[in-house]
Structure formats: C-alpha cells, structure tokens
C-alpha cells in the first residue's frame, strides 16, 4: 500500500516541469512578492499583524523561560508557510488578472481540501518536535539556567565549550533543511492544483526536485527568508507586520517561477 501512494505520487510530481533559473532569481521573487503586497494591502497586513501578534504572544508567554522561546519561535517558523495560504491565493488571482479581496482569503481557508489540513498537522508535528528536542537540549544541558535572551547568549552561544551550541544549531538544521526543501514549492502547489492532480506527497516530491535542480537559487531563498524574518523580529515584532506578508506573496511567485503546470 505504501509502495502504490509513492508510485502515484511520483507520477504526479513528474507530470510537472521545472524551470531553469538564474542563481538571483530569489531577488526577483522579492520584487513581485512587495508589488503584490501594496496591490491588496488590507488582508496582506492583516496576515502579518495576526502572525506578528503570535510571535509577541510567545515572547509575552515564554521570555523568562528562553530555553522553550528558541524552539517555540523556530517551531513558529516552521509552521509559517501553511499560515500563508491566504497569501498565495491572493496572488494567484492578482497574476490571473482578478480583483482578489477578503472573500479571497476566506475561500483559501474553507475546510474542503483536506490536502492542506494534513500538511498543516504534519509540520504543526514538526515544529512541536522542535520545540521539546529544543527545550530539552537547553534546559538539560546548559551549565546554569537559561531564562531569558542575555543567559542563552552567554551560556549557550558564547559559552567556553561550543558543543551545546553546535549541537543545537545541528539538530536544527538536520530538521529544517528537509522541511524546507519539502515546503519550497509545495503548499503554493497545492492551493494553485485541485485536489485530483497533486496530493500532498505528490507536491512534496515536486518541491523536492525543485530544490535539487536549482540548490544555489534555493540556498540563497532560505538565506532571503531568514535574514528577513530575523530583522522582522528584532524589530519587537513590528517589522514581522509587512515581512511576513511579502514573503509569502514572494513564495508565490517562486512557485510560478520554478514550476511549469499542466495548464502552462
């Protein structure tokens, strides 16, 4: 039975193409992702200010217990491309030619398609693994409690033996690199595919592709995103109000950039 599913998964992600890019493609991405963004401004924002919301509920929650914060807020990141959904449909109708609005948004998050719930339960798995593994590594093994941001800098980032530090930064790298590569093209997929054409493997395999055919385009997205959501933190949340919008309309067109669909 296993066998069968990853057979038509296969087939499914085969009857894609990918696209040849140039390596600085991701820039462009960003681009059209901030044109997007002030096309429908009102349910973008809206996105950013309910997900930035959650990022200053965590810090609220968990900021004098910053071994749980790390993971809650690398677990938040995870999860952040499903919570995009509504994103992506909104530029998927801008680049049809529509009028995307709230009903927009609202249709994207009707519960009839159970391929999005299922990998929004997977990487809410994910991300919650992250966070105990996170939690655990820190608070069981840093030589004094780390309870806020000065404690983990200073007896995790900067303390005399690296290996606590270089085993944390390891195992998370070991669980987002293939989360990532699994989540570069695939959820944009399958809000863009009904759900007789692309399953959730299937879309999983195609994401996967992508990223083996384009590694250094894809190596400085991550980097892209990254480095955009960190200044978005640092800002006290705020700048996570237009980052994370943009981003996700930017997600979008990396879909339509990378992958060519049927009807293409």
């Known amino acids: 039975m296993p066998h069968r599913f990853s057979d038509q998964a296969l087939r499914e992600s085969r009857s894609f193409g990918v696209r040849a890019i140039p390596p600085l493609r991701p820039l462009g991405w960003l681009a059209r992702g901030w044109h997007d963004l ?33 993971g809650a807020f690398s677990g938040f990141l995870i999860v952040a491309p499903i919570l995009a959904t509504g994103l992506y449909a909104l530029s998927r109708e801008l680049q049809n030619g529509g009028r995307p609005g709230w009903a927009t948004v609202a249709r994207a998050w009707r519960p009839h398609d159970g391929r999005l719930i299922v990998f929004g339960v997977l990487l809410a798995f994910a991300g919650t693994g992250w966070v105990m593994c996170s939690a655990a590594l820190v608070a069981g093994f840093a030589p004094d409690p780390v309870r806020n941001l000065q404690d983990f800098l200073l007896k995790v980032v900067l303390n005399d033996d690296p290996q606590l530090f270089t085993l944390w930064l390891g195992l998370g790298a070991l669980l987002a690199a293939p989360l990532f ?24 395999f195609t994401s996967w592709r ?22 978005g933190m640092a800002t006290a949340m705020l700048g996570l109000i237009v980052i994370l919008p943009w981003l996700g309309h930017a997600s979008w067109h990396a879909y339509r950039d990378l992958v060519i669909r049927r009807q293409d």
């Not at 992508?210 to 200044?231: Q, Y």
Request: contains cysteine; negative net charge.
């Open 210 to 231: 992508v990223v083996m055919e384009h590694p250094a385009p894809i190596a400085l997205w991550a980097v892209l995103l990254l480095t955009l959501t960190a200044i």
């Open 181 to 204: 590569a699994s989540c570069v093209v695939a959820i944009p997929a399958l809000v863009d595919q009904p759900p007789g054409r692309l399953g959730v493997l299937g879309a999983v």
């Open 38 to 70: 002030w096309q429908v401004p009102l349910p973008s924002l809206a996105h950013g200010l309910l997900m930035a919301a959650f990022g200053a509920l965590l810090w609220t929650l968990a900021h004098e217990r910053f071994w749980l914060l790390s």
